[in-house]
Structure formats: structure tokens, C-alpha cells
């Protein structure tokens, strides 16, 4: 009687949770789905229209939202992979070995996410203009690796620490490189923690703000500043805006549910005795 | 072969190898016997490159290896957490040294060569399985495989029975010091199980603290063990250790026990005098010992037997035929015989360091 009361209020409990986490999503949903007319008259009763999704993807407006989506995307999976290949080797061998100044370095690759990014936002700017990377893909690729490279090498570096070195040792036994023991052996083992850190990367990416607000104008802004620019002009619409930030939630969703399953960890079980 | 001199290796404050000392000859199956931490996985993982000594020489065939790197050294090492690769299976597990660039034998010799050494191990049935899905004593077999494999200077086996049940343990460590890659492979071989040490090892060195306290073959270390802990690590049941004093007959043990053994120590001196429970009979010839019976456990064909000796609670224990011994009760008097040459004669114990054997005269 009493477990079924309190399953009871769990479920209660995880419905109000529910509501409260989705609410935002749905009044964006409804949001989009007004015609520009009905935006301030209703809360619920309006009718419904695809316009706000045709106007967005229509690049009306004079509004190019797809490019900015595109530019979304190239900038971020360019800044994650960059730091996968500058991140892994660092992550590999601050994990492995202890030389002189490693803990400073890490610690110091860890600070770039303590101090905000408004604090070096306008040096970067006028960095950017003179060297000629303002608004370009380059510029964002670089900027963004302050958000994406401290990420990858500190959970990447937890991964190979996890990993014991013996099945290197056993590598270089065998007759290989260590070069050939870190793709062959020690690469393989952390896949999924390659794909887990990759969505997170992609996604604080794919979020930023700030940077592709300063450093963008138009040729290389992102969908999260771009999404802003409907609420510009005489008349703000709000229903494109919550049109254009509901596109710009599919990719990393699609992302999160392909890779679900290497997001489970476990992979490196049966290595060495239990 | 593979020497070492002089190693020193510490981590942080704790010294794992102080100052090691070690040749294994040509071809020679030696086995280095200690207590975990005795630092014996530390020697094995210097002579293979994995780790770096901090002072002293590891030379292989009479090479300075200082700054070779482990694929280098040609020398197959099997870990005693077997690390294997669990991303591949049990064939690939075995193959990987023969696609190595240092071996890269062709396709064909290699599966060959990996048939054979699966079939020698008992997993021939095994090989398509990832080794996540094997056993212990399965993979502990495939990783032990991975070193007969291939060619090697030297092998270094760490515990590689360790994890296998007691028949089959028994069972490949005769067929291991048969294998002709063993044979001809000089071998060092890291147990923690005396038994196997004399099982297998040509010659045996005893590690203790970062040090060998002692070498030599299976005979010297049974008949001569350098110190009380040497003597104490060989042999089941456990080698008597009877405390006496050095008397101008020989030693007087508690209970008025007195025992002929003649050494150059000064009377009244503290000894220990080691008695192994093989060389005590009940009904042979030789010094006599009295005693009365404490307590008898059957070990099959034989019974051990643990015995008061004379009027005090000193015991020793003895083995004895089933059929000399399966009467004794609790409290019988029996009659027991040494041979004065099998008693060994130590130092006594002090805390710091076990006492060390003392030269006797017959």
C-alpha cells in the first residue's frame, strides 16, 4: 500500500518535472506555428500555419537562414574535428606521461572555460579584422576552439587514463611503434568516448553565441545569431524567430539519437582480469 | 641471455628494485620466486623496455639496451593481467605480433603458426571468439600463446598459470617446459608459488625487497637456503624451526630436546635449527627424538603428524607413511629419527632480518 502511494508520487512528481522541462519547447512550437496577424492576440486559439517554417527555409525576408544553417554546421564540425586531431595525441600523452610543465599546461588549456568569453571578445575582434578572419570559416573554426579543444582534452584524457597501459606495453612487445600502439590499440578502446565527447563538443559548439556574434557579420553567422535577426526591423516576429531556433535544434537532436548507443560505456570490459 | 647489474628502480619514495642482480643463461629456464611487491614484475617490464631503471645495466646477449626501445629488444612478454586487446578476438589476439612490421610473417605462415601454438594450448576451438567473451584460464592461455608465437631473444612470463584451475595449472606446466619454443628460448619466469619455481626453473633466484637474496639451483636452494625465509618458502609442509642454544655437544632445544648439530658458533649463542618434515621418520635409524603425538591429518597416502617434542610445547611436524602412522593418536608417545646431516642450522630471527644459515660440520 505505502510503495504504491509512493510510486504514485513519483509519477506525479516525474509528469510535473515533465511539464516544466517541456513547456518552453511547446510554447515554441506554438509560437511558430501562428500566423504573423495572430502573434499578440491569442495564447491558444489561433490558426495554425506552416508560413513561419516556409518563410525561414524560403530565405524571405532577405534573411539567408539556410546559409547560416549551413555555416552552423560547417563551423562546427570543423571546430570539433580540429580539436579531435590536435585534442586526442594532447589527451593521449598528458594521460601517459608526466613531463615537465604537464599539470601546468592542462590546467591552464582548462582555464580558457573559466574566464568569460566577453572578457576577450573585443581584443579578438580587432585581432580578427586586422589579420583578416573576421567573418570567415577559419576565424570560427579557431575561435570555437576554446569552447570544443579543453572539452575533448580533458574528457578524452580521463579516457586514456582509464585504459591501462599494459595493453600499449603488450603493442610495443608485439613489434609495433608506439605510434602504431596509439592508433591500433589505445584509439580503438576509447571510441566511445571519442563519440560522446564529439556530441558535446558539436552541440557548445553548435550553441555558441557570442563568438559568431562579434566575429560574424553575415558571410559566416551561425543560425543562433541568425535566428535574431526576425526580431529586427519595425515589427519583431517572434513566430519566425521560434520557427528558425526549433530547425536549428534537429541536427545535434538527430546527432544525440544516432550515436545513443556509443554514448554507453563499457566497451574496454574483458581487457584485463576482472 | 639477459643480465642485469646494479638496477635500481623507485616510484616516488618506495624503492621497487635496489640494486638487482641477475644472469639467466643461454637458453636456461630461470624462475624469479618472491612475494608480491618483492618487485619481480618490475624486473621483468626493465628487461623489457617498459620501464626505465634508474641506475645500474640491463644487457641482452651482452648488449646495453639503455635507451633501446621495447620493439627493439625482441623479447615476448606474457602480463600477468594478460592485456590482451579486447576489441579483437582470440586469433587476432595471437596473430598481432606475427602482422607486427618487426615480424610481418605472410597470411597463410602466420594462420599456420597460430593454429599450431592454439592447438598446443587447448583454444583451437576459441580462436573466433573476442576474448571479452573468454574465461580467465582461456585467456590467461591466449596471452601465453601470443609469446610462443613468435621468435623471441627471451621470453618473460609473468604468473602465466596463475589464474588456471589446479589441474590444468599442473597439467601445462609440464607441458610448458617441454615445448620446444621454451626449450630453446632462454626464459624468465616471475611465480610467487615455490612449487612451480621447483617445477620448472633450471635455476631459481629468491626476490625479496627489490633484491635476489639468493641463486641457485633446485638443490642448493632446498638443501642450502641462504637465510630462515628462504627455507621457510620451500617445501609443504613448512620446514621445521625448532629455537635452541649452541652447546658444546651441539644444540639443546626447548623441553630439553638436544639435537647434534656441530657448527662454529660460540656456546650459548641463539639458533634456529631447521628440521624439514620429510627427513623425520618414525621408525628409521639415526639420532633419536622422543615426543608425544598433538595432532595427525591424513594427507591420502601419507599422514601428516605433528608432534610434541620431548617434555616441552615445542612441535614439529613430520610426514609418514599411511601405514607407520595411521594408529597414532592424540597424546601417544612415539619415537621419532633425524639424520644429523639434514638438519639445517640458522641464526636466530631478529625483527628486521631473518636469521641466516650457519655452515655445519658432520
Known amino acids: 500500500m505505502r510503495k504504491r502511494l509512493l510510486g504514485w508520487l513519483a509519477d506525479a512528481a516525474l509528469i510535473l518535472y515533465f511539464v516544466f522541462a517541456l513547456f518552453p519547447i511547446a510554447w515554441m512550437v506554438i509560437l511558430s506555428l501562428k500566423p504573423t496577424d495572430q502573434l499578440f492576440s491569442t495564447y491558444f486559439s489561433f490558426s495554425p500555419t506552416l508560413d513561419g517554417y516556409r518563410t525561414v527555409l524560403g530565405d524571405s525576408e532577405g534573411i539567408p537562414f539556410v546559409r547560416f544553417f549551413v555555416n552552423s554546421l560547417v563551423v562546427s564540425v570543423g571546430a570539433v574535428a580540429l580539436s579531435l586531431v590536435v585534442g586526442l595525441p594532447a589527451a593521449y600523452a598528458s594521460a601517459r606521461w608526466r613531463f615537465r610543465g604537464s599539470e601546468n599546461l592542462m590546467f591552464t588549456l582548462l582555464s580558457f572555460r573559466f574566464a568569460p568569453e566577453l572578457t576577450v571578445i573585443i581584443p579578438l575582434f580587432v585581432l580578427y579584422q586586422k589579420l583578416g578572419l573576421f567573418d570567415t570559416y577559419v576565424g570560427m573554426v579557431w575561435v570555437l576552439q576554446l569552447v570544443t579543444l579543453p572539452l575533448i582534452v580533458w574528457i578524452m584524457r580521463s579516457y586514456f587514463a582509464d585504459l591501462t597501459p599494459e595493453l600499449e606495453q603488450a603493442a610495443l612487445l608485439d613489434g609495433y611503434t608506439r605510434k602504431q600502439a596509439f592508433f591500433r590499440v589505445a584509439l580503438p578502446l576509447v571510441k566511445p568516448g571519442i563519440a560522446a565527447v564529439s556530441l558535446l563538443a558539436f552541440i557548445f559548439a553548435w550553441n555558441n553565441f557570442v563568438f559568431p556574434l562579434i566575429l560574424t557579420s553575415n558571410e559566416a553567422q551561425t543560425v543562433t545569431v541568425g535566428a535574431l535577426s526576425f526580431l529586427g526591423g519595425d515589427r519583431p516576429k517572434y513566430n519566425l524567430t521560434a520557427a528558425a531556433a526549433l530547425v536549428s535544434v534537429v541536427p545535434p537532436l538527430l546527432l544525440a539519437l544516432t550515436i545513443q548507443r556509443y554514448l554507453v560505456r563499457g566497451l574496454s570490459f574483458g581487457a584485463v582480469k576482472s | ?362
Open chain 2, 1 to 362: 641471455m639477459i643480465t642485469l647489474s646494479g638496477v635500481r628502480k623507485t616510484y616516488g619514495r618506495t624503492v621497487a628494485l635496489d640494486g638487482l642482480e641477475l644472469e639467466v643463461r643461454e637458453g636456461e629456464f630461470f624462475c624469479l620466486l618472491g612475494p608480491s611487491g618483492a618487485g619481480k614484475t618490475t624486473t621483468l617490464k626493465t628487461v623489457a623496455g617498459l620501464e626505465q631503471p634508474d641506475s645500474g645495466t640491463v644487457l641482452l646477449d651482452g648488449e646495453d639496451m639503455r635507451g633501446v626501445e621495447p620493439y627493439d629488444r625482441g623479447v615476448a612478454m606474457c602480463f600477468e593481467s594478460y592485456a590482451l586487446y579486447p576489441h579483437r578476438s582470440a586469433y587476432d589476439n595471437l596473430a598481432s605480433p606475427l602482422r607486427s612490421p618487426r615480424h610481418r610473417l605472410p597470411a597463410a605462415e602466420a594462420r599456420q603458426r597460430v593454429g599450431a601454438v592454439a592447438e598446443l594450448l587447448g583454444i583451437s576451438g576459441l580462436l573466433d571468439r573476442p576474448v571479452g567473451r573468454l574465461s580467465n584460464g582461456q585467456r590467461q592461455r591466449v596471452a601465453l600463446g601470443r609469446v610462443l608465437v613468435r621468435p623471441a631473444r627471451a621470453f618473460l612470463l609473468d604468473e602465466p598459470l596463475s589464474h588456471l584451475d589446479a589441474k590444468l595449472r599442473q597439467q601445462m606446466r609440464a607441458e610448458l617446459k617441454a615445448l620446444g619454443e621454451v626449450q630453446h628460448t632462454t626464459t624468465l619466469y616471475v611465480t610467487h608459488d615455490s612449487v612451480e619455481a621447483l617445477a620448472l626453473g633450471d635455476r631459481i633466484g629468491v626476490v625479496r625487497q627489490g633484491r635476489i637474496v639468493q641463486t641457485g639451483t633446485r638443490e642448493e636452494i632446498w638443501y642450502r637456503p641462504c637465510d630462515t625465509e628462504v627455507a621457510r618458502a620451500f617445501g609443504r609442509p613448512r620446514i621445521n624451526l625448532l629455537p635452541g642454544v649452541v652447546t658444546e655437544r651441539g644444540v639443546r632445544a626447548d623441553g630439553e630436546v638436544e639435537l647434534p648439530v656441530r657448527a662454529e658458533a660460540a656456546p650459548g649463542t641463539d639458533v634456529l635449527v631447521g628440521l624439514r618434515p620429510r627427513d623425520i621418520t618414525l621408525h628409521g635409524e639415526g639420532h633419536e627424538l622422543t615426543g608425544t603425538v598433538y595432532v595427525t591429518e591424513a594427507l591420502g597416502r601419507s599422514v601428516e603428524v605433528t608432534v610434541r617434542l620431548g617434555a616441552g610445547e615445542q612441535r614439529v611436524s613430520l610426514v609418514a607413511p599411511w601405514a607407520d602412522a595411521a594408529r597414532l593418536r592424540a597424546d601417544d608417545p612415539v619415537r621419532l629419527t633425524v639424520w644429523p646431516e639434514n638438519l639445517l642450522l640458522f641464526e636466530a630471527d631478529r625483527p628486521e632480518r631473518p636469521g641466516r644459515r650457519i655452515e655445519t660440520q658432520a
